[in-house]
């Protein structure tokens, strides 16, 4: 008797382990957490093995502006997001071509899982090399991690909906 499951039958052949090709661009997602910046580092491991480039992706999301008194601090909020944004891409890429990698900094506004993907196929790149958790799992609390459990978080989304292969380090 048979609960209507059966094997497919592929999986009487040997194992055979395809040809893929070597990334000649890889994105990666930065935010300045610990595990971006292990990323970094595979993304130097890997650029260097096949000389490729990496396009290092700053993406933040500004608060709603608001009416009243709160416009006025959420505005000067977005601009210190920007700039701050634009700075960790310019380190971050002065880290990258001091080891002798050649690299480039994209900041975008906006959602963050949806600008990482948005510029991956912008970008035409071939691996995407990003952290497991980012600064809000790192600054956040109890809540920041639950709702992250909860609704995925931006690796997991990235990994879900891109057709890019992606490499999620620790």
Known sequence: MTDGLQRPDHWEHPVEVPEVPAPKRILVPFDGSKNAERALAWSILAAKNNDAEVVVV??????????????????????????EAKGLAEESVDI????????????IKGDVARGILEAAED????????????????????????RALMSGGIAEKVARHTEVPVLVVV
Do not use: C, N, W
């Open 96 to 107: 990258l071509r001091k080891r002798g990698v050649r690299a480039r900094g994209v900041v």
């Open 123 to 146: 970008e035409s790149v071939d691996l995407i090399v990003l952290g497991r958790q980012g600064v809000t799992h790192e600054m956040g609390g109890t809540i920041d991690r639950f």
């Open 58 to 83: 700053v993406a933040f999301d500004p608060p709603l502006t608001v009416r009243g008194r709160g416009a006025t601090y959420v505005e000067e909020m977005k601009v210190a997001l920007e700039e």
